[in-house]
């Protein structure tokens, strides 16, 4: 059977409504997966079960982790946060962790990762580094418009080589790393664009969103499918 892989979503406050982009079903299919979509107001008390039951969790991409969680306060370059979402995914990952079931964060998800682990992030890339470059694209989402380098001996450097092209759609990013994680990856102004824990067989942050581009480069696609198939028995 094909492992069952939890892909957590997104709220519409306006709308009342939780959602996800398809791109994160087409990819998990496409790597051998089955997708099974979380909603992002559960309560924490379901993380648990919700852990026994899947093979693997993907954390999805969406809106700013509130500071408070990581020790901060909100600086006014923050965007929009949604505490429901954040508790029930901080709750869900720490269990997934505890289990060793295998994570694959992509965007706020690397972000939410590392927060849950102990580390940090920065609240803004502009008003937090030097230089930084265009993290936010003008571009279709599936092009890649600027690149990372990654880690030797890294899983992310066994699947994407050396250097890759990669989208980007985010103002935060990965600061301070976990205790037990490394960074992995970067782009060209320093910006921590993978983490891997360094205690776990599969739990892996990627800043950009390559659900968007695994139908356009096979490497991409082989990321999805190592997450995949580090999940079954």
């Known amino acids: 059977m094909a492992p069952i892989i939890g892909i957590t979503s997104s709220y519409d406050r306006e709308a009342g ?77 720490k269990y997934a962790l505890e289990k060793d079931t295998p994570i694959f964060g992509i965007c706020r998800g690397i972000q939410l990762l590392n927060i849950a682990a102990g580390g940090n992030v920065f609240q803004d890339i502009v008003t937090s580094i030097a230089k930084p470059l265009k993290h936010d694209q003008s571009g279709p989402r599936w092009h890649g418009t600027h690149t990372i380098k990654t880690l030797p001996g890294s899983k992310l450097a066994s699947i994407l080589g ?11 990013s990965v600061n301070k790393v976990a205790e037990g ?10 910006v921590i664009e993978g983490i891997e824990s360094l205690m776990h067989k599969f739990v892996v942050g990627l800043q950009c969103h390559p659900e968007c581009m695994w139908d356009k480069d096979e490497r991409i696609l082989n990321i999805f499918k190592a997450f995949v198939n580090s999940t079954r028995k």
């Open 162 to 172: 050396e250097k890759t092209i990669v989208n980007s759609f985010h103002h935060q």
């Open 17 to 93: 409504r939780t959602f996800l982009s398809r791109y994160y079903v087409e990819a998990v299919e496409a790597a051998g997966g089955t997708p099974f979509i979380l909603p992002s107001v559960l309560s924490e008390r379901h993380s648990e079960q919700i852990i026994q039951s899947i093979d693997g969790l993907l954390l999805s991409g969406g809106v700013d982790v509130d500071p408070i969680l990581f020790g901060e306060e909100p600086i006014p370059a923050m965007g929009d946060i949604c505490p429901q979402r954040d508790l029930f995914e901080i709750s869900l990952t």
């Open 181 to 190: 994680f490394r960074a992995t990856a970067w782009s060209n102004d320093g």
